[in-house]
């Protein structure tokens, strides 16, 4: 079965206005068009897209679905008609880069402004996520680079190592007993309710910091951004275990951050996915971050 990218808007737009009447308008077409483009889709694909009542459509539990892959697929398809149009200008186009919310925040930036410097013309897509929805775009190739947290599990991206490095503490209420000390240890949060990141990976690196089978963390909550555990920790819902830039780029009131000691440190990395071709834009401020960074 083949899908035509037209009617997939076209069903993307009916699903945004809720009835065919609207979503016609908006794509300058007749209703009767519309409504047989879409009951010929959803014969192709043999399911209700759509719950009809009253003049009014509602995605069905199956059109639910098929709008989150309908929506990849026409951005896929338009950043593909794009990165086309842009190698046949000279140096202008579009970067999609995402990042962590750490203190890369505070490197992209400069990055980006330093290499503007030399091509005004190329703009930028920025994305925050957390690695698990960064590693799922570059997967998808929604976008073209992104900047992870590590421990991060790189081995099937091509990447490099940025020279911007954090440290792994503990963001609380000011006037947490914890407050007090200059650096907490691991003893200090042992029982304590904890807010953690929702990953995998670094769920496992806490507890191993902490000495502890995972299922021993008492773990109220997790995120996927740390801006979310911030506000959590300023309720006093429990201590928002993140590194440090995480918190110093959008420092709260009545809260404040205190290292681990030991001392645990980690890095960054650019990265993006093997044999993936990108436009002339990407592929220049790719060579520039690396021959500015790689290997420093």
């Known amino acids: 079965m083949e899908l035509d990218i037209r009617v997939l808007k076209y069903f993307l737009a009916v699903a ?41 459509l509602t995605l069905s539990d ?3 679905l098929f709008q989150q892959r309908a929506r990849e697929i026409t951005q896929l398809a338009d950043k593909a008609c794009r990165e086309l149009a842009e190698q046949k200008t000279q140096m202008q186009g579009t970067v999609t880069i995402a990042c962590v919310e750490s203190i890369a925040s505070l490197l992209l930036p400069e990055i980006m402004a330093a290499f503007r410097q030399n091509f005004p013309s190329v703009k930028f897509e920025l994305y925050s996520a957390d690695g698990n929805d960064i590693r799922e775009k570059i997967d998808r190739g929604n ?127 650019l990265a993006w996915k093997k044999n993936r071709v990108f436009s002339q834009a990407t592929m220049r401020f790719l060579d520039f971050v690396r021959d500015k960074y790689d290997g420093t």
């Open 62 to 64: 199956s059109g639910f």
């Open 143 to 269: 976008i073209d680079l992104g900047i992870l947290l590590e421990p991060v599990e790189v081995a099937k991206y091509n990447f490099f190592r940025l020279p911007c490095y954090e440290k792994w503490g503990v963001a609380m209420r000011e006037d947490s007993p914890l407050a007090r000390r200059e650096v907490i240890t691991t003893e200090d949060i042992q029982g304590l309710p904890i807010i953690i990141p929702r990953r995998t990976i670094v769920i496992a690196e806490i507890a191993k910091w902490l000495g502890m089978d995972e299922d021993g963390l008492n773990i109220v909550a997790s995120h996927n951004l740390p801006t979310n555990g911030l506000l959590l920790a300023e309720r006093g819902i429990g201590c928002l275990i993140c590194v440090e830039g995480a918190f110093s780029i959008r420092p709260m009131r009545g809260l404040c951050f205190r290292p681990f000691a030991p001392e645990r440190v980690t890095g960054h990395v």
């Open 16 to 56: 945004k206005a809720g009835n065919m009447t609207q979503a016609a308008k908006d794509l300058h077409i007749t209703q009767p068009t519309l409504s047989r483009q879409l009951m010929d889709l959803e014969k192709n694909l043999g399911t209700e897209l759509f719950v009809r009542k009253h003049k009014q």
